[in-house]
């Protein structure tokens, strides 16, 4: 994501408990919604699949969305990964900032004697 400079936080997992909500940012939290076996061969797994969910919380004098989605979306298609479900756009009544949430899945091969 080193690429796309308009993200200015950027965590996995989690927001850190110390992190306070700066909605003079954008930052984004990338989670793992997925992760288990994707086909079977001769009673073998064969292929695993690995999802995460992307949110972006964007600064609230943030503008130009649709193109930080965009752009977003095909950076991880590029590196093969499908997009499972892209959310509308919604405001949050506390922060006032406007958040989206996609969903992306890739499968990858087992490799042999694992």
């Given at each position: 994501?080193?690429?796309?400079?308009?993200?200015?936080?950027?965590?996995?997992?989690?927001?850190?408990?110390?992190?306070?909500?700066?909605?003079?940012?954008?930052?984004?939290?990338?989670?793992?919604?997925?992760?288990?076996?994707?086909?079977?061969?001769?009673?073998?797994?064969?292929y695993w699949q690995v999802g995460v969910e992307v949110q972006i919380f964007y600064k609230l004098s943030g503008?130009?969305?649709?193109?930080?989605?965009?752009?977003?979306?095909?950076?991880f298609n590029n590196d093969d990964w499908d997009i499972d479900t892209s959310r509308n756009r919604i405001k949050?009544?506390?922060?006032?900032?406007?958040?989206?949430?996609?969903?992306?899945?890739?499968?990858?091969?087992?490799?042999?004697?694992?």
């Open positions: 994501m080193k690429d796309i400079t308009w993200i200015d936080e950027l965590y996995s997992g989690s927001i850190p408990s110390n992190v306070e909500v700066n909605t003079n940012k954008n930052t984004v939290l990338i989670t793992e919604y997925l992760n288990e076996p994707s086909l079977y061969a001769n009673m073998k797994i064969k503008d130009d969305f649709q193109n930080h989605e965009i752009e977003l979306a095909q950076l949050d009544p506390d922060t006032k900032q406007w958040t989206k949430v996609f969903y992306f899945s890739k499968i990858l091969k087992v490799k042999e004697g694992i």
